[in-house]
C-alpha cells in the first residue's frame, strides 16, 4: 500500500454492520476516544517507570492502538467525504504554519 487513498478504500471496506448514520459516525468517534485513553494510559506508564524507554511490549500495543486510531480517521474521512491524502497535506500545512517563529534547534 503506498498511498492514503489505498489505505482509506481497504480501511472501508471492513464491514461494519452499521445500522444508520449515526452509528456510522458514533462507532469511529468513539473509537477514537477510546485508543486515545489507551495510549494515554500507556505512556503515563511508562513515564512512570522513570524514564521513557517502552519495552517492546509496550512500543506494539502503542503501534496497535496507533493503526486503530488510523482506521477510525479512514472511517470518519470516508463518512465526511474527506481524502485522507488531502488530510495528510491539510495537516502538514498546518505544522508549517504552526512553526512559524519557533526555534527549530530549541527543545
Known amino acids: 500500500m503506498k498511498t492514503f487513498e489505498e489505505y482509506q478504500a481497504?480501511?472501508?471496506?471492513?464491514?461494519?454492520?452499521?445500522?444508520?448514520?449515526?452509528?456510522?459516525?458514533?462507532?469511529?468517534?468513539?473509537?477514537l476516544q477510546e485508543e486515545a485513553g489507551k495510549i494515554g494510559s500507556l505512556l503515563t506508564e511508562a513515564f512512570a517507570a522513570g524514564n521513557f524507554n517502552l519495552t517492546?511490549?509496550?512500543s506494539k500495543e502503542v503501534k496497535d492502538r496507533?493503526?486503530?486510531?488510523?482506521?477510525?480517521?479512514?472511517?470518519?474521512?470516508?463518512?465526511?467525504?474527506?481524502?485522507?491524502?488531502?488530510l495528510a497535506a491539510h495537516s502538514i500545512a498546518q505544522l508549517k504554519a504552526r512553526a512559524k517563529g519557533f526555534d527549530p534547534d530549541r527543545r
Do not use: Y
Open 10 to 31: 481497504a480501511a472501508t471496506q471492513v464491514p461494519l454492520s452499521l445500522r444508520n448514520d449515526r452509528d456510522r459516525i458514533q462507532l469511529p468517534v468513539l473509537g
Open 56 to 58: 517492546q511490549e509496550q
Open 66 to 86: 496507533l493503526s486503530d486510531i488510523l482506521c477510525f480517521v479512514a472511517l470518519l474521512c470516508e463518512e465526511t467525504g474527506i481524502a485522507m491524502q488531502d
